[in-house]
């Protein structure tokens, strides 16, 4: 079946960009997606990416698409205090259902 | 603010009790989808409802069953709780869409449930 990997942690000091990273091992993938997930509450969408696309750039986020390699890449600049949460990465087949990662803990130090 | 709101936010309930989560789906969105997170982990697909009707469902036993109405909110229902049922459980409403395709999904804020 699908699978989306991820590593479990990232720590960076404040004012640094962030590389979250994740695999994916389903070759039809059409969108792949990148969430935020804050302490305590629901999953907010931070960007998508098109799999015909190899990069996507939304002010401080930048999405990198590999899809030889299926890899993916969140960056993030100029990385915030406000920016420590949990991130999933999350593939989209152009099925019914969304596959997430198990997600990337961003600890950003001050 | 995603315009997905889901109550209760917090329940307790005891094995082998059933429970009824609900889902109030952004405007103009027909698609709505049910996910399961347990603790530590990225969420699991357990159904989705397109135009009131299961249109997809994940690995998960018929005593997780849902509903959409014609205003486009959904149920999750669960049937005999398990002490394993225990998650946050999260509902993501999509646009009008051609059945089978992507595009984005919000998420509501999630009910987190606690099976004693």
């Known amino acids: 079946g699908e699978d989306v990997e991820q590593s479990l942690f990232l720590s960076v000091r404040e004012g640094d960009s962030s590389v979250i990273n994740c695999t994916y091992t389903d070759s039809s993938s059409t969108y792949l997606y990148w969430y935020k997930q804050e302490p305590g509450a629901g999953l907010q969408l931070l960007t998508y990416i098109f799999s015909n696309m190899d990069m996507k750039q939304d002010q401080r986020l930048t999405v990198l698409l590999n899809k030889k390699d299926k890899h993916l890449s969140l960056r993030i600049a100029d990385t915030q205090t406000g920016d420590s949460a949990i991130y999933f990465c999350?593939?989209?087949?152009?099925?019914?259902?969304?596959?997430f990662g198990s997600g990337t803990r961003l600890q950003v130090q001050p | 603010e995603t315009g997905v709101t889901q109550s209760p936010t917090h329940l307790i309930k005891t094995r082998g009790q059933q429970v009824t989560l609900r889902c109030s789906s952004q405007s103009g969105h027909n698609t709505v989808s049910w996910y399961q997170q347990a603790l530590g982990q990225g969420p699991q697909f357990i159904f989705q409802?397109?135009?009131?009707?299961?249109?997809g469902r994940g690995n998960f036993p018929p005593r997780f069953s849902g509903l959409q109405f014609p205003n486009y909110s959904s149920e999750l229902n669960v049937n005999a709780l398990e002490l394993d049922d225990s998650a946050l459980y999260l509902c993501?409403?999509?646009?009008?869409?051609?059945?089978?395709?992507?595009?984005?999904?919000?998420f509501g804020q999630g009910t987190r449930l606690t099976v004693v």
């Open positions: 993501a409403s999509s646009p009008t869409r051609k059945r089978g395709s992507d595009t984005e999904a919000f």
């Open positions: 409802y397109y135009r009131e009707e299961e249109n």
């Open positions: 999350a593939d989209g087949t152009g099925r019914r259902a969304l596959t």
